[in-house]
């Protein structure tokens, strides 16, 4: 009787031996896996970071390369005064024009917004509106007068009127200049570029050689300036000695219509921005020269503008960013630096 007990002793220890082991085993497996299901959940958590400031950027065709540098260079900015700088109407399913992203920006209650001026009456009484509602607007590159806006960061037209005056005389004797402006482009910014070529070539002894003229085109859209442009070979009479442009797209427009109609060296291109094709262009000598506005200025004078509005309740009303000529002389230096910045 006594062996029966110690026998069945025996096998009570061995059983609840058996049994810690086996919630010891499955402990140990349960921690483990909570442990490992904790650091995918930790690997694929998606990090956040908190901003001061909700600042907007808005413009006509965000992908333009000119809007391209400008809201790089305002994005590195406000990134290092840790605020977050929205690409307005980005990834959206409808094209919104500039004054429906406005009152959008105005809605999320942004603290700050660069926009793109005009100087038509409705962007005008938008940005007024968020003068209102405490929402400063800075435009950019092109101005909205008497609207509210607190400053306007762009270039001194009337320098790089005289840039292109100077670079004409450089070229030519004397002969017709052409100067080609945009219709959907701020007229005040142009007619001071048009009066700093004037003024120029009015103070050379050789003034009378030089007959300057201006033909407004709509370049809304590529198609519609290539066309303007071509018809100014069409009659060849009158096809000017210089031709200015003073933006990318007839810049562009010009240089393929000098190709086609075989006018290399026979009509000089003066162009404004800088794009592979521009500088390539002026490379290979069929773009004489082309205007390079600091992309990188504009976008730091931005977010400089409304940061010291935010602070301090004031902010000057003009900024100025540097421009530089590009001719075949240097044009080696921005084709290095473009190679660099794309790698």
């Given at each position: ?80 005064n840790n605020i977050y700088l929205e690409l307005s109407g ?209 976008g730091e004078y931005c977010i400089d503008a409304l940061q ?36």
């Amino acid at each position: 009787m006594k062996k029966r007990n110690i026998l069945s002793n025996k096998t009570m220890i061995w059983v609840l031996v058996i049994f810690f082991v086996v919630i010891i085993m499955s402990t140990g497996g349960s921690l483990l896996y909570f442990q490992n299901s904790l650091k995918v959940k930790q690997q694929n958590q998606v990090e956040y970071k908190l901003y001061e400031k909700h600042y907007a950027f808005i413009a006509d065709d965000s992908s333009d390369t000119i809007w391209e540098g400008v809201y790089k260079s305002a994005k590195e900015e406000a990134e290092e005064n840790n605020i977050y700088l929205e690409l307005s109407g980005k990834n959206l399913a409808v094209n919104y024009t500039k004054s429906q992203l406005l009152d959008i920006a105005i809605d999320s209650n942004v603290d700050g917004v660069i926009l793109e001026g005009d100087e038509s009456n409705g962007l005008r009484d938008i940005i007024s509106e968020a003068e209102e509602k405490g929402i400063p607007v800075i435009t950019v590159l092109s101005d909205c007068t008497n609207s509210g806006r607190k400053s306007f960061v762009g270039v001194n037209s009337y320098s790089m009127g005289q840039v292109y005056g100077e670079q004409v005389l450089k070229t030519t004797e004397g002969g017709n200049i052409l100067v080609l402006m945009n219709t959907n482009s701020d007229n005040t910014i142009q007619n001071i570029i048009y009066a700093g070529i004037r003024d120029t070539l009015k103070g050379d002894e050789r003034n009378e050689d030089y007959h300057l003229n201006a033909l407004a085109i709509n370049n809304k859209s590529t198609f519609g300036t290539e066309e303007a442009v071509r018809d100014i070979f069409i009659n060849e009479e009158e096809t000017p000695d210089i031709i200015i442009c003073l933006d990318e797209v007839s810049t562009t427009s010009a240089y393929q219509a000098v190709v086609d109609y075989n006018k290399v060296g026979v009509v000089n291109i003066m162009g404004c921005y800088t794009s592979d094709t521009i500088l390539n262009a002026i490379d290979r000598e069929v773009i004489n020269s082309t205007i390079s506005i600091d992309y990188k200025e504009l976008g730091e004078y931005c977010i400089d503008a409304l940061q010291e509005y935010s602070n301090t309740g004031h902010v000057s009303e003009y900024m100025s960013a540097d421009i530089n000529l590009i001719t075949k002389e240097n044009v080696g230096e921005y084709l290095n630096y473009d190679e660099e910045t794309a790698e």
